[in-house]
């Protein structure tokens, strides 16, 4: 198994640009998720999707949005690039938990976005 | 939302010493706590864990305790190698509702291991 993977690695925006960045998982993992990571701040939740068709937004959705339309891609489309969103953004997934117990998150390798 | 305070924010020891890096946490709703090891240029790796229902774990050289009263967790590393140099988050999660899954995680603290 790959685990999880992200393309690009790198990328260089111009301010008003868009882009996609892409994350799979060949796990068969229901749960994935977007994170952003600055630094010193830790990891700060974006979107995540309990299922393909389903997403719901985390502690900072604003200027991203996501779609899922099969279990194994989760892409995050950044529309109108800010020099805000320079940011390193992880990939994760996991398995669903039963009842209350939780899984592990496995990330993927990340991508560095500069927005200038 | 959930709140997760981690100090300290950086961490040198000699090869052989131990570090304790002490997390605390808002909600007392919260009931798993992952720790999550990071090396440069990688993306976060779980190292250990723990639920609610459980005051201590271990594994191998590493220990994670918990103490819901005060609402604080540590993470305890024995014998350290350079190897062990990374930056390492603690994480909670709220297990109700529409929050369930979703990690809040700590700032970071960067350990340094001096051979």
């Known amino acids: 198994n790959a685990g999880v993977t992200q393309t690009p690695k790198f990328r260089i925006l111009k301010i008003g640009q868009s882009m996609t960045l892409q994350c799979a998982q060949d796990?068969?993992?229901?749960?994935m998720y977007w994170y952003r990571q600055d630094p010193g701040m830790g990891l700060k939740l974006i979107y995540y999707s309990v299922g393909a068709g389903i997403t719901d937004k985390g502690e900072v959705p604003n200027g991203y949005n996501v779609s899922r339309s099969t279990t194994e891609d989760f892409p995050l489309r950044l529309e109108l690039a800010a020099p805000s969103q320079t940011s390193v953004y992880f990939c994760?997934?996991?398995?669903?938990?039963?009842?209350?117990?939780?899984?592990?998150?496995?990330f993927g390798p990340g991508t560095r976005l500069t927005v200038l | 939302g959930e709140n997760v305070e981690q100090h300290p924010s950086t961490l040198s020891v000699q090869e052989g010493d131990s570090a304790v890096i002490k997390c605390t946490y808002s909600d007392s709703a919260s009931n798993y706590f992952p720790w999550y090891k990071q090396e440069l240029g990688k993306g976060p790796q779980l190292i250990i864990d723990?639920?609610?229902?459980?005051g201590e774990k271990k594994d191998q050289r590493i220990a994670v305790t918990l103490n819901k009263t005060a609402k604080h967790f540590s993470l305890h590393i024995t014998e350290t190698q350079p190897e062990d140099s990374a930056v390492y988050f603690c994480a909670a999660s709220i297990g109700r509702g529409s929050t369930l899954g979703r990690l809040y995680f700590g700032r970071g603290t960067q350990l340094t291991v001096w051979p």
């Open positions: 994760a997934s996991s398995p669903p938990g039963q009842g209350w117990t939780y899984n592990e998150q496995f």
């Open positions: 796990m068969n993992h229901n749960y």
């Open positions: 723990i639920r609610s229902n459980v």
